[in-house]
């Protein structure tokens, strides 16, 4: 069986093309994909390693940017499952021009749900190279995990995929 499960949000988009680009690097027969909202809940269980992505789609408060939000409603159903024996990591993808402000915030909710749930957010990111101001998805230099700008740094992505997933290895064993 599959050990690790990738889940992103929203399909058809640039995150879906990383989360694929992802499941490449580390090898497309070990990694279980899915959008968030097709995946069943109740096979959780099977996973021991959970890699989360997603975009951050403006607004003040990221969780009620867009009432089509999946994420919002995986994190809802799984109340309650605790989520402290997984390994998980989150990639964001952002705009850090035209948002500077607000760059990959989601990754910072992400964090907060999965503690939320008794985990805790692996793959930790340098926030070196990157031009932006503010970012709830960044403490003392470093993002909570892959931060991406497929819209200005799109050269860059595959280069920090691998070195991600370098990072991770250590700890999910993949
Ligand atoms: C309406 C809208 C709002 C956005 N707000 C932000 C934002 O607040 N922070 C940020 O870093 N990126 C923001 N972005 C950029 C997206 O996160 C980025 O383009 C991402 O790659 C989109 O992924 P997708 O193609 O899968 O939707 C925004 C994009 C759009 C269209």
């Known amino acids: 069986m599959k050990k690790t499960l990738l889940l992103y949000w929203a399909p058809g988009g640039s995150v879906e093309h990383v989360a694929k680009a992802i499941c490449e690097q580390i090898g497309t027969e070990k990694v279980e994909i899915s959008d968030v909202a097709s995946f069943d809940i109740q096979k959780l269980g099977n996973y021991t390693n959970l890699l989360l992505g997603s975009a951050t789609i403006g607004a003040e408060d990221w969780r009620d940017a867009n ?23 989150a990639f964001g993808l952002g705009n850090q021009i035209l948002y500077p402000e607000h760059f990959v915030d989601s990754l910072g909710y992400m964090k907060e749900e999965v503690e939320n749930h008794g985990g805790m957010l692996l793959g930790q990111w340098p926030a070196e190279d990157y031009k932006y101001t503010e970012s709830e998805g960044e403490k003392d230099g470093f993002f909570y995990g892959l931060a991406l700008d497929e819209d200005h740094q799109a050269e860059y992505t595959s280069s920090r995929i691998k070195a991600w997933i370098e990072i991770l290895k250590k700890d999910m064993d993949f």
């Open 67 to 89: 009432d089509n939000n999946k994420w919002n409603e995986f994190f809802v159903k799984t109340q309650g499952i605790d989520f402290s024996n997984k390994k998980i990591a």
